[in-house]
């Protein structure tokens, strides 16, 4: 067996392999599938302030190598979250780790401090795709000044290890990732969706109910590979990598362009029990390898 535990920030993962949120529920639902602590973290689904209805159906639709959703955000809420969700995932043996998402730097920061107060719960990652209502729906994470205002606003509010979730609907993610680190990001996750449509030619209209929805799959590799290697060399903090990883082969990828660990997303939806096997996928390459160690393949591109 190889070395497979990393760190990101004072977070000790086991083995480098994430689930992505908003494709894994909070966990539980895949019980039935797979060890649950035997990945180095589940990042359940995306928990705002207040309840969210989330978007009118239809709002997925696949796509060539992937599949677009537009599901946005629905959820009860994270005050049920920590009354109904919690006690059922607080003595799973992984890291827990709770998306957080918000439509203005105060709600982000309410949302964070409420979830600060989880014992078992040892980090947040920031969703900072939102739009912001404030400024006329423009994302937060498409600008410096927004990711900024988000991050400080919740840096002040949140005591354990902050992960900042990246747009790559931008001209240049490192400028981006310097930004949120310098307001006190632990470590950044990258790629969130890309923006996408789909059309339905003999209904003449688009697929979805809002039109367009973040594009998510084997379709986006390349782009989340480019920007990974290019935030892992412009900041000094851990670098998470997603973006249609569905093999081990996937997965070393990333972690070769300069990840510390992964997510898997999308791929969750066709194999429930993918996360173990792509960690089981790891640790047989390092062992053909002669590699005993994860960290010495880490960024050696």
Known sequence: MAKLNVNIGALSLK????????????GL???????????????????????????????????????????????????YFCDHIYPQIKDIDTNMIV??????????????????????????????SCPNVKDGGMAFGVTCAGASSVVKAVRQAYHKTLIVKLSPNVTDITEIARAVEAEGADSVSLINTLMGMAIDIEKRK???????????????????????????????????????????????????????AIEIGTANFLDPSVS????????????????????DIIGCI
């Open 276 to 295: 173990i096997k792509v960690r089981d996928g790891i640790n047989d390459w390092l062992d053909q390898h002669g590699v005993r160690d994860v960290h």
């Open 29 to 79: 639902e895949f019980a039935d599938f797979m060890p649950l602590d035997g990945i180095g973290g589940i990042i359940v689904k995306g928990t705002t302030l207040k309840p969210r209805e989330g978007n009118d159906y239809p709002r997925m639709a696949e796509t060539a190598s992937g599949m677009l959703n537009c599901v946005g955000l629905q959820n009860k809420g994270v005050d």
């Open 15 to 26: 083995n480098p392999v994430m689930t992505a949120s908003g494709t894994f529920g909070y």
């Open 99 to 128: 998306n957080v998402s918000g439509s203005s730097p105060e709600d982000y920061a309410e949302c964070a401090a409420r979830i600060d107060a989880l014992e078992n719960i040892p980090a947040i990652e920031l969703n900072i």
């Open 206 to 260: 688009k697929v979805l109910s809002i039109g367009t929805g973040g594009l998510s799959g084997p379709a986006v590799k390349p782009v989340a590979l480019r920007m990974v290697y290019q935030v892992a060399k412009a900041v000094k903090i851990p670098v998470v990598g997603l973006g249609g990883i569905s093999t081990a082969k996937d997965a070393l990828e990333f972690l070769m362009c300069g990840a510390t």
